[in-house]
């Protein structure tokens, strides 16, 4: 986002534009989105990747799901996972192919409350 913030337009302007968002992410994304595209078996398949974008369209949370970055980047002092204070109970899913995999010892610094914590086989930023 910080990198392209012109693509932020296409969160909200159509679902192609949104895809294009998606592929566009990151490195990690898109190598693995491409692998669906190129017919490999490792990676996302079709349908996860059009049940994201359906999942993100339908609900209009692309916006609101990018608020993260915001906030990390407003409040540079702190680190992305650093403890922000959160009263709530929370729960983390760890995956591997995540652009960073929060190991449970920071996850449980960052979220005194942490009801779950969960290290997943597959996945990534996308899951």
Known sequence: MSNRPQTLYGLVDSPVGLAAWMIDHDAR???LISRAFDGKT???T???ILD???LYWLTNTAVSSARSYWDYSATAKKGFFDVKGATI???VSAF???IYTAPRSWAEKAY???IYYNKLPKG???A
Request: glycine content about 8%; cysteine-free; overall charge negative.
């Open 89 to 91: 109970p929370v729960a």
């Open 42 to 44: 490792e990676g996302l």
């Open 46 to 48: 079709r349908d996860d």
């Open 29 to 31: 994304s898109e190598e």
């Open 112 to 114: 005194p409350k942490l």
């Open 52 to 54: 994201d974008i359906t």
């Open 96 to 98: 591997p192919d995540e």
């Open 124 to 126: 990534g930023h996308f």
